[in-house]
Nanobody
Framework: QVQLVESGGGLVQPGGSLRLSCAAS????????MGWYRQAPGKQRELVAD???????DYADSVKGRFTISRDNAKNTVYLQMNSLKPEDTAIYYC???????????????WGQGTQVTVSS
């Protein structure tokens, strides 16, 4: 069973920092694009940042200069370092990855279960 497991969410004051982690587990042959999305109450899910297997990154304009995405290909893990957090960053953050399973060699998109990030004083 292939799955994505997120960790690192929580409650933080405005201006604070959090680091999210997402590890892909199971019989994985290769991880392709990996990224983070978020969904605030009453809003659509939106892309926060993504990273290719080669390390190319893309960010939503709202987080540029504050968030940094990175990955460890050996561990099939993606990270999101979030600095200078604002109340409007409050949302459930979801990990997303395109993974290729070893036993079938099929590539498909996977989602994590989500982790809550709350920015409040």
């Amino acid at each position: 069973q292939v799955q994505l497991v997120e960790s690192g969410g929580g409650l933080v004051q405005p201006g604070g920092s959090l680091r999210l982690s997402c590890a892909a587990s199971g019989n994985i042959f290769r991880a392709y694009d990996m990224g983070w999305y978020r969904q605030a109450p009453g809003k659509q899910r939106e892309l926060v940042a993504d990273i290719t297997s080669g390390g190319s990154t893309d960010y939503a304009d709202s987080v540029k200069g504050r968030f940094t995405i990175s990955r460890d290909n050996a561990k099939n893990t993606v990270y999101l370092q979030m600095n200078s957090l604002k109340p409007e960053d409050t949302a459930i953050y979801y990990c997303n990855a395109e993974l290729q399973r070893r036993e079938t060699m099929i590539r498909r998109n996977y989602w994590g279960q989500g982790t809550q990030v709350t920015v409040s004083s």
